[in-house]
């Protein structure tokens, strides 16, 4: 069972910048796929990234260039740099860890952003 983590999440004015951290108990994340998703009031939860166990990332179209998913290594937590925040971006951010040999999936708890305008 891998549970996982969420921290760094806040009130934040437009503009600003926050950094979410994924950690994972007892486990390290070599053979994950680590997501980073979130969930607006009234909407579904979307896709924001990922980082795949190879180390290349991807991005929704909606963040590309603002946010930035990294990690130091497979045993340190996964990073979700959040820079030039809108508005837009308030949300339940929710941390995902897929296991690469057979697909299965853990969310976290999430973690809240705020963004004022």
């Known amino acids: 069972q891998v549970q996982l983590v969420e921290s760094g999440g806040g009130l934040v004015q437009a503009g600003g910048s926050l950094r979410l951290s994924c950690a994972a108990s007892?486990?390290?994340?070599?053979?994950?796929?680590m997501g980073w998703y979130r969930q607006a009031p009234g909407k579904e939860r979307e896709f924001v990234g990922r980082?795949?166990?190879?180390?290349?990332?991807s991005y929704a179209g909606s963040v590309k260039g603002r946010f930035t998913i990294s990690r130091d290594n497979a045993k340190n937590p996964v990073y979700l740099q959040m820079n030039s925040l809108k508005p837009e971006d308030t949300a339940i951010y929710y941390c995902?860890?897929?296991?690469?040999?057979?697909?299965?999936?853990?969310w976290g708890q999430g973690t809240q952003v705020t963004v004022s305008s």
């Open positions: 980082y795949w166990s190879g180390g290349s990332t």
């Open positions: 007892g486990r390290t994340f070599s053979n994950y796929d």
């Open positions: 995902n860890a897929r296991l690469v040999s057979t697909g299965h999936t853990y």
